[in-house]
């Protein structure tokens, strides 16, 4: 079973109680009405989908049901990290050489 470690309730809770929200630290333009039309679609639909190491938004659905951040290997379905959502990106090299 997959177990998801919740920031705010300080526990990993098996990742029925968790729903994905999609790609973390996307940037809203700031102010929509000016954004082209090039920059609006790239915050509305372009993600970066890597193979390995991917920033993701998560809610704890079944739990306290706050947002928060984790790093996700896509190859390994491995959690590296999970942090508070508005907390800045965690360094990638210092999460792989824990991974080891
Ligand atoms: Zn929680």
Known sequence: MLLIHCPHCAEALPEVEFT????????????????????WR???FIRANPRGP???????????????????????DRFLT???????????AALKEGQS
């Open 20 to 39: 994905y929200a999609g790609e973390a630290h996307i940037v809203r333009p700031a102010r929509p009405a000016e954004a082209s039309d090039e920059a």
């Open 42 to 44: 790239d915050f509305l």
């Open 54 to 76: 991917h920033f993701e938004r998560w809610r704890h659905t079944h739990g306290c049901a706050r947002y928060f951040n984790a790093v996700r290997d896509t190859v390994t």
């Open 82 to 92: 999970t942090y508070p959502a508005g907390s800045p990106k965690p360094d990638l």
